[in-house]
C-alpha cells in the first residue's frame, strides 16, 4: 500500500463546475500538506499548504485537511479552462521528504 | 517564495555519456532536493542536498550514477552519468521553506538515444 493515494483521473468537467480533488494516506505523522498544480512541460507550482487539520482558502482554491480521516481535499470553484492541469497532493511530517501522490490530471472544457 | 532556475532546460544526448544539470536560486537555502519525474508519472526524490555536507541519496539511486555538488547556499548540480535510455525523464531541484514546503524549478527535460 502507498503512503499517499491519488486518483489518477483523467477527470473531465465542464467550465464553471465546482471540482473536488482528494488524497488519503496512511501516516498518521504527517502534519504538512501541500498541493501543487503542473502544467504539461512545466515543474510543478505550489497552490496551497496547510499545517495540521483545517481549512484554507486563497481566491478559488480551498484546501481542506481531516487528519481524523487522513484524508485531504483541494475544491476549485468556478473552474476555468486554464486550470487545466495535473494536481499533484504532498505531505511529510516535518523536516522531512515529501511523499507525492500520483496526480490526478484535470481538464476544463470551455 | 524562491525563484529557481535550471540549465539546460531540455538536452539531448547519446547513450554512454554525461550532463550536469544545474539549478539556481535567488536567495540562501539550506536545503535543496533533486526529483525525477517520468513521463506521465509523480516525483520521485533521488537525493537531498544540504551545503557543506554529503548528498543523501533516496534507495534506488547512488552517488556514483547521480553525483551531486552543493558548492553554496544558492547553486547545486546533478550530473547524470553514463546514461542510458531509461534515463530519459524531467530532472527537477526544488528547495524548502520555512513551513516545510517546496519550491521547483521549472526543469530540465533529458532524451537519451
Known amino acids: 500500500q502507498k503512503e499517499v493515494e491519488q486518483d489518477p483521473g483523467p477527470l473531465s468537467v465542464p467550465e464553471g463546475a465546482i471540482v473536488s480533488l482528494n488524497c488519503t494516506y496512511s501516516?498518521?505523522?504527517?502534519?504538512?500538506f501541500m498541493w501543487y498544480r503542473q502544467y504539461s512541460r512545466k515543474g510543478p507550482e505550489l497552490l496551497m499548504y496547510?499545517?495540521?487539520?483545517g481549512n484554507k482558502e486563497d481566491g478559488r482554491f480551498t484546501a481542506q485537511v481531516d487528519k481524523s480521516s487522513k484524508y485531504i481535499s483541494l475544491f476549485i470553484r468556478d473552474s476555468q479552462p486554464s486550470d487545466s492541469a495535473t494536481y499533484l497532493c504532498?505531505?511529510?511530517?516535518?523536516?522531512?521528504?515529501?511523499?507525492f501522490g500520483q496526480g490526478t490530471r484535470l481538464t476544463i472544457n470551455p | 517564495s524562491a525563484v529557481i532556475s535550471q540549465k539546460p532546460s531540455r538536452d539531448i544526448c547519446q547513450r554512454g555519456t554525461s550532463l550536469t544539470i544545474q539549478c539556481q536560486v535567488d536567495?540562501?537555502?539550506?536545503?535543496m532536493f533533486w526529483y525525477r519525474q517520468q513521463p506521465g508519472q509523480s516525483l520521485t526524490l533521488i537525493a537531498t542536498a544540504n551545503q557543506g555536507s554529503e548528498a543523501t541519496y533516496e534507495s534506488g539511486f547512488v552517488i556514483d550514477k547521480f553525483p551531486i555538488s552543493r558548492p553554496n547556499l544558492t547553486f547545486s548540480t546533478l550530473t547524470v552519468s553514463n546514461m542510458s535510455p531509461e534515463d530519459s525523464s524531467i530532472y527537477l531541484c526544488?528547495?524548502?521553506?520555512?513551513?516545510?514546503?517546496?519550491?521547483f524549478g521549472p526543469g530540465t527535460r533529458l532524451t537519451v538515444t
Open positions: 536567495s540562501q537555502v539550506t536545503m
Open positions: 501516516n498518521s505523522a504527517f502534519q504538512y
Open positions: 526544488s528547495v524548502e521553506g520555512l513551513s516545510y514546503e517546496q519550491y
Open positions: 496547510t499545517y495540521s487539520s
Open positions: 504532498a505531505m511529510n511530517p516535518g523536516a522531512q521528504k515529501l511523499v
